[in-house]
């Protein structure tokens, strides 16, 4: 059974700074991997897709990597700044089912 | 182009009623897939319509129970309300669902609240 897991819960992290967000999937037989943005009690906006042949994407200040085979994808994002205060939830399309499964988020606050 | 859209935004209902809810994908998109998402269980998979057929289904009671039109609008409706149905409900539209490209864009979900 696919469990997606992500580490930290919570972060709170200056103006400006680097960070990363950690997500971990369980089964490798994934066809691919989004990141989403969730504003609090608002729907999901997609961040970047990877797919399973990838080993990357970029958009902005915002990269995000996938290695299948440890079951590990990282989300970075660069010069952070209050407006990227959200939840960040990953997301792997599991090739049975045809579904996303979900972690549980990541919820950042950047302070100014 | 418009976004993926839910109607209503918010609804409360009350025990034992059944409720509705739409989902209108973004122009051209033939899939539309359901997710609850409470503070508890996160975002868990509904059920995916592609093309007016049901093509995957999640572990959800048989009281939870969805539609797709020809134009690729879907429904989605829940029977005999229970409390613990009191949830955000988000629809998401791609493409075609099943494939290594296709990125999932959701809608902004409609609140349900079951007293």
């Known amino acids: 059974k696919q469990e997606v897991t992500q580490i930290p819960a919570a972060l709170s992290v200056p103006e400006g700074e680097n960070l990363v967000l950690n997500c971990s999937f369980t089964?490798?037989?994934?066809?691919?991997l989004q990141w989403f943005r969730q504003d609090p009690g608002k729907g999901l906006t997609s961040l970047l897709l990877?797919?399973?042949?990838?080993r990357e994407q970029t958009s902005g200040r915002l990269n995000a990597s996938l290695d299948k085979s440890s079951g590990r994808s990282t989300l970075y994002i660069a010069a952070s700044q209050p407006g990227d205060s959200a939840t960040y939830l990953c997301a792997v399309f599991h090739n049975q089912g045809g579904k996303l499964i979900f972690g549980q988020g990541t919820e950042l606050s950047v302070k100014p | 182009k418009a976004g993926v859209t839910q109607t209503p935004r918010y609804l409360i209902k009350t025990r034992g009623q059944q409720v509705t809810l739409s989902c209108s994908p973004i122009?051209?998109?033939?899939?539309v897939s359901w997710y609850q998402q409470t503070p508890g269980q996160g975002l868990q998979f509904l059920f995916e319509y592609f093309s007016e057929t049901q093509r995957n289904k999640g572990n959800f009671p048989g009281r939870f129970s969805g539609r797709q039109f020809s134009n690729s609008r879907s429904e989605m409706n829940v029977s005999t309300l229970e409390l613990g149905d009191s949830a955000l409900y988000l629809c998401?539209?791609?493409?075609?669902?099943?494939?290594?490209?296709?990125?999932?864009?959701f809608g902004p979900g409609t609140r349900l609240l079951v007293l």
């Open positions: 990877i797919q399973s042949s990838q």
């Open positions: 998401a539209s791609s493409l075609r669902v099943g494939t290594r490209e296709e990125t999932q864009y």
């Open positions: 122009s051209g998109h033939r899939s």
């Open positions: 089964d490798s037989a994934i066809y691919n």
